[in-house]
């Protein structure tokens, strides 16, 4: 009762402020999957919902998503969920998340809205979300928070930071923002709209540090455009791009550089198609009439005419570049002649897959451009001088880093305490966190809550834990070894034979004399202990196949198999 | 008898030339497990033997070694093998490769020898090797080879290039080089010694590629002493050094930095200790008397005092440092105020463990330093003007790119070109490929053999193959089930109960909805087909199994775990 009293009366002035409380629910400690509750009083605000791709650690899994627990019980406080921009890593846990937490409304721009609606389409989920759309221009009032976009720039249109107005003062969020003042497709970056809110006040400050580590500016998108003339200029054949089919201003890019040299553009990959295809429908990617002709058409298009725009500038497993490299693509075949160029930097952990792409590119006669050999990508992401103009247009009284590693996150932190901010004004949160703030208590990490990554593998959504992935890493490093004994269970003697079966740990034709020798070792062992014991415990004696034959298998040969015993009783 | 006849007239001028036989058996079209033979006639002389670490595909795999199946029927041809220099991916194969070559002749200079020593010793190999002592001086005679060295830089000191002087010519073979001008403990590369070869004559080069795609020059080593030096200067507390335990100059640089600024030095890390007291004892590492403390007594010397080495800058999961970050090192600590140096960089794969360990020594209150923050680490290898260099002092009529990914040894070539070789002279070839070369027909790649990694995974080496780690691949993404179906074996029917055991596919306790359906679905499948056919055939029987359960499990959940199906007939 009195929260609901005290919610009525958000804006009486004369009540005690409450305090701000931020929770990361994802991309503090990590790059990927971001998404932070912020709470006022009842109120409830969400940024973002982003996936994070798994690393090579998380076996078998096919997406890593928030985990939400925090919000199971304050469902119905949730006021909204806001996007800063259209991105997988921002958007990409939506259709994981949007049931989960009963459907909140969504609100973001229209390109934003338009990536959402494509992704909440393919999982059937877009009857049942609330999709609305704002412009930086309007405010929306959730519960007591009434929240504002500014614009910023990033590698896809529409990119916003969030301003939260609430009793307790202003939260900024960045989202991901670089300051470009000559971008490609949209307007630069709000500066006067972000220094208005420095001379407002900001309380609190939750900025991008993905790039802090870098020195300097990032360089504008717009450098690219020298980059893909001249490459459109001298390329004899054909030309594919890879990128994300997120960079809607990259493929724009693209389009313009084939529009002044004559090519036709083929749009290769589903998500790039879908991506694109509502991006024209918008009015977000402008491509000429004609221009645009189907993968199935290309063989049709002289090499000379051609530039195909294409997924898997990351060496993604099953993305249409990655197959084109293998040589396995149904509609596109390297020719000797054709210009590759890799329009991205790899994320930390695809360097190998990005570099074996990049081989198997060269070895069937493709003229392979990549970042490092030529400058074909710069950063969405705003380098350290972009960071500090952040912190002086906002002069934020405290600093909560956001979107990064854990030494990104420090290297924010240690900026913004060097520009004056008074290091007990600012926080390193991680995941999980419970941070306080306010203008009369400061910032604080109030609290941890139990915090576990969400793993998405086929439809299961949050069931693989750790003890799976235990298994799984143990079945993946020696295989397993299945020991089915049968015995009788009057005698509590071998009664059928015994079945020794293993995967993944010897190939079984070559190792017929070790798996003969584990036979008798789990003969043995069986044998000592009925004789012992008479026909009893069955868990103790497959404790001891277990431990005889993963001595035995470890002295031999010094692996260990998961070793599965199973006893049938007849 | 006409090959023997052949080999003791190798001078026999009027005999016509054999062409040089090359066979890459590593290195090309990868990084790591460098080794090449070259055969005149009757006699091999083989080039390094080094692994290379598995990457993430090669699941379960402790070392990746060259495949030397091309010598299996060749080894009383085999003459001896040199070795350019000490590091891992030179000589870490010797453990493997020696006993399978019959223990033929290793020649090289002492350092490289003593590390030899160090890892035959490790696997109870040194009493059967033959280890020659060589020196740049030498020239050792190996059949029709005469082997001689010239001495070039790189990140540890006795690093060689090889001269093999034959009746076809002379070839170079580079090892990994640079030319530094300045180094920390050698003299310069013999540019005079190359300049030399290149006015006699140079068949045929070697070259190493792997930093071919850098543009200029690779930066002395020295550079590095300023870092030390100004680290050692500022640190407050203790000083961590991460690099490789096989760089010795490395060590030394510290070494001199520590004395410098008065403080002691211990190794951390079995690799490093062992390395380091060899080079001690050979006098290629100069430590004061006293200065050298050992790990269990760093708790006794003030933080100001101590500077530590350790193993783990690829951030190995088992090493020195990643131990230390886990903070589960048994001797060594983090504490608030330590420095830690990550004097390398991340190798193509290890990016990701690298940057978990700074995150986490960051969390425990280390300053981290790392390359891209400071310059903490030089190259050992030859920036794209120093590949230049070496041919323009060689001059050699035909070239073979070594030592790279496809792509580096595609941009060595190209340089080749670029400077004057024709084309046709120049030959890209991969792990496996058999190149003749002879100034009378030019250079070819004239056959392929059936090339393969060579797997170790704990004692067994080389039993683990595509099938092998095809079987862990799938074990690993979802998991095993195994249905176990005991059967009458006179009526066909289930006898006693059917059992279903998963691993690593769904966490059993929350899923045994699913697991009792998957029951059911066998149950089914099995009384369909045993009423059919009677109590006929098992394989069939258990195919049916696996299709069914596999379907229903897919439908289910989209998960493609193993399923292994057991009869027991009773």
């Known amino acids: 009762m009195s929260q609901q009293h005290n919610r009525r009366n958000g804006r009486d002035q004369r009540r005690p402020r409450l305090p701000l409380r931020l929770v990361p629910l994802g991309g503090l400690g990590e790059i990927g999957k971001n998404m932070m509750a912020v709470e006022y009083g009842d109120d409830i605000v969400i940024i973002d919902a982003g996936l994070m791709f798994p690393d090579e650690e998380m076996l078998g899994v096919d997406l890593v998503i928030p985990d939400t627990s925090y919000l199971n019980d304050k469902l119905d406080r949730i006021r909204g969920i806001f996007i800063t921009h259209g991105h997988e890593d921002h958007i990409g846990a939506l259709p994981y998340v949007l049931p989960r937490l009963g459907f909140p409304p969504v609100y973001s721009l229209q390109l934003t809205l338009g990536l959402i609606g494509v992704k909440l389409r393919e999982h059937r989920l877009l009857d049942l979300a609330t999709l609305n759309l704002v412009d930086p221009a309007m405010t929306i009032k959730a519960g007591q928070f009434t929240v504002g976009f500014v614009r910023v720039n990033h590698s896809i249109p529409d990119a916003m930071a969030l301003v939260l107005r609430t009793p307790a003062g202003v939260l900024v969020h960045t989202g991901d923002y670089k300051f470009d003042y000559t971008p490609v497709d949209q307007p630069p970056a709000d500066i006067s709209g972000l220094a208005r809110l420095g001379e ?80 024209i429908e918008l009015g977000y990617l402008r491509v000429p009439a004609g221009m645009l002709i189907r993968a199935e058409d290309i063989d049709h298009v002289p090499a000379k005419e051609l530039a195909i725009i294409c997924t898997g500038s990351q060496g993604e497993p099953t993305s249409a570049l990655t197959r084109i490299a293998n040589g396995d693509h149904r509609l596109v075949q390297i020719q000797t002649g054709d210009t590759v160029v890799l329009s991205s930097t790899p994320i930390v952990g695809n360097e190998r897959a990005v570099s074996h792409n990049i081989d198997n590119l060269i070895k069937l006669g493709a003229n392979v451009l990549y970042q490092g050999k030529m400058q074909v990508h710069v950063s969405g992401h705003g380098s350290r001088e972009e960071v500090k103009l952040m912190l002086a247009l906002l002069r934020p009284r405290y600093v909560v880093p956001v979107h990064g590693e854990y030494r990104m996150l420090a290297e924010h932190a240690r900026l913004a305490v060097e520009m004056g901010v008074p290091p007990e004004n600012v926080v390193i949160g991680q995941d999980g966190d419970i941070i306080e703030v306010s203008p009369d208590t400061g910032v ?76 008798a070792v789990v003969e043995r062992a069986i044998s000592r202990h009925t004789q012992q014991r008479g026909h009893a415990d069955w868990n103790f004696i497959k404790n001891k196949i277990r431990d005889s034959l993963s001595e035995f298998v470890y002295q031999k040969i010094k692996r260990r198999p998961m070793i599965l015993p199973v006893v049938v009783e007849v």
């Open 444 to 519: 604080e990490i109030v609290d941890h809550m139990p915090y576990g990554n969400v793993y998405v593998d086929g439809l299961g959504v949050g069931d693989i834990g750790q003890v799976v992935l235990r298994d799984r890493r143990l079945l993946s490093s020696d295989g397993v070894i299945v020991v089915v004994v049968t015995v009788d269970s009057d005698t509590g003697e071998l009664a059928a034979g015994l079945d020794i079966i293993s995967r993944g740990f010897v190939y079984e034709r070559e190792s017929e004399g070790l798996l003969e020798a584990a036979r």
């Open 200 to 279: 407002e006040g900001v309380l609190v400050l939750c900025g991008d540090s993905t790039r802090v580590e870098s020195p300097g500016f990032t360089q504008s998108e717009r450098v690219l455009n020298a980059t893909f003339d001249e490459i459109f200029a001298h390329a004899e054949g054909r030309i594919l791009i890879a990128t994300f089919a997120s960079l809607i201003s990259r493929v724009q890019q693209v389009v313009n550089a084939a529009e002044k040299h004559g090519r036709k553009i083929s749009l290769v990959g589903r998500s790039m198609v879908n991506n694109a295809q509502m991006a």
